[in-house]
């Protein structure tokens, strides 16, 4: 993996967030309370500024920091979710550069980091329902991993339109949640996104 | 005094969070430890993992600490903060499943007495049921 991997996806990652915080803010103002965007934004851009302790690190050590930092910053549910995923993922992260192996092992413990914080599973029109199946398409990929985890991501996406919510402030709307792209499904696909472009900069 | 459970309140929002904190002071006295926290890093609506850590430190004791929250993201948010001060904490901290108000009121009425903290947070947690 490229030696400025980490500086890349923190420049890229903050800058797609600010670039959508008015979508997200407004998909949350729908079912939830209209502070996704501004959250992650916030939390990202907090990720951004700590430039001087995130680039010198491994990948593993850089995700774990990031999600500190999540969770110190955001100040909303995301903080704690994000912040969870990315610590765990990047405990279980041994390899530097990660194998591709290495890398679907660990990116598993920190989507089961999610389930355990969020009390929650796919299928309850959460940010599981896009890392689930990432998670399941670059596990059994036979082609192009990264090919596999941006359709997963759109994917799983839009499955949440037609659930209904169960967790979260979303789950206070019941039957009115349907119909809604869920808002932490839209920041983690695009993250998810945003990750796979990182990765192919530098094949 | 340090022989009662003590009480963190932490909320969206710093008036709530004031608020609650002044009504279980006014209703239950002062023997109980209340400390509370409200609103994220930039003091807009929300909560801070930091300043969760910071109120769980100011009233934390051997008897432990019953935390009582409003809506999703102050119940994650101090679920973190406790995880990630494990190491440090001197009692026993426990979310309460309650109303915010009703809640630290009625926990605190119970710490008063000098109950356990799983009383505490039954007498809390029974308080809508």
Not at chain 1, 50 to 68: N, R, T
Not at chain 2, 6 to 23: L, N, Q, R, W
Request: charged content about 25%; overall charge negative.
């Amino acid at each position: 993996m490229a030696p400025d991997l980490v500086r890349r996806l923190r420049e890229e990652t903050a800058a797609r967030i600010a670039a959508h915080t008015d979508e997200l803010t407004a998909l949350d103002q729908a079912i939830g309370d209209g502070d996704h965007g501004f959250n992650m934004k916030r939390g990202f851009e907090a990720i951004a500024a700590a430039a001087e302790d995130l680039d010198a690190l491994a990948l593993g050590p850089a995700l774990q920091k990031a999600g500190m930092t999540l969770v110190m910053k955001v100040g909303g549910a995301s903080g704690p979710l994000y912040g969870s995923f990315l610590m765990a993922w990047g405990k279980a992260m041994t390899g530097d550069p990660p194998t591709r192996e290495d890398f679907a092992a660990s990116l598993a413990e920190g989507v089961a980091a999610v389930k355990k914080r969020g009390r929650s599973e796919a299928g309850e029109k959460t940010m599981l329902d896009v890392l689930v199946p990432v998670l399941d398409a670059i596990t059994q990929a036979q082609g192009d991993p990264i090919a596999a985890a941006r359709q997963a991501a759109k994917d799983g996406l839009e499955t949440t339109r037609d659930m209904k919510a169960t967790k979260g402030r979303a789950s206070f709307l019941g039957e009115r949640s349907i119909g809604h792209i869920d808002p932490g499904a839209r920041s983690s696909a695009l993250l998810v996104e945003t990750v796979c472009d990182v990765l192919e900069e530098n094949p | 005094m340090t022989d009662c459970v003590a009480i963190v309140i932490v909320s969206h929002s710093p008036e709530v969070a004031k608020g609650a904190a002044d009504m279980v002071r006014e209703m239950v006295g002062e023997e109980v430890r209340v400390a509370y926290c409200g609103g994220n890093s930039e003091g807009g609506l929300g909560t801070d993992v930091g300043a969760i850590q910071a109120a769980i430190r100011k009233v934390m004791g051997p008897k432990g600490v019953a935390v009582l929250v409003d809506l999703g993201g102050a119940e994650t948010n101090s679920e973190m903060a406790i995880e990630l001060m494990a190491d440090e904490l001197l009692g026993e901290v426990v979310l309460c499943d309650a109303p915010i108000v009703e809640g630290a009121v009625m926990a605190a009425t119970e710490a008063s007495g000098g109950a356990s903290l799983d009383a505490v947070r039954s007498t809390a947690e029974e308080f809508l049921s």
